[in-house]
């Protein structure tokens, strides 16, 4: 139910802007979030929107990402500026049901920074 695209290959400093058609409607009752996972690592958390639209970010990806949705278009994006190598990853868009706590999972897109 959820579809990202807009991964690829960056050189470092670059941007990439992901995004993410859901079709559970309507987004803005769910908790948006983007997360990564690195070969070799777990999977974690980059950044998320409330259902009030407050936002947060991992420490690493902070005054670089940023995360937004449009709720007529049923999209969340996340916007990456100055990529680094080490965000080279599989991102995942995820939604969950604040009342039910069910997760949504997109099937991940790859990014690559390249140096």
């Known amino acids: 139910q959820l579809a990202e695209s807009g991964g690829g290959l960056v050189q470092a400093g670059g941007s990439l802007r992901l995004s993410c058609v859901a079709s559970v409607n309507p987004i803005n009752t769910h908790i948006m979030g983007w997360y990564r996972q690195a070969p070799g690592k777990q999977r974690e958390l980059v950044a998320t929107?409330?259902?009030?639209?407050?936002?947060t970010y991992a420490d690493s990806v902070k005054d670089r990402f940023m995360i937004s949705r449009n709720k007529t278009k049923s999209m969340v994006y996340l916007q990456m500026n100055d990529l680094k190598p080490e965000d080279t990853a599989v991102y995942y868009c995820?939604?969950?049901?604040?009342?039910?706590?069910?997760?949504?999972w997109g099937q991940g897109t790859q990014v690559t920074v390249s140096t």
């Open positions: 995820n939604l969950q049901n604040p009342l039910t706590q069910y997760n949504y």
């Open positions: 929107m409330s259902t009030d639209g407050t936002t």
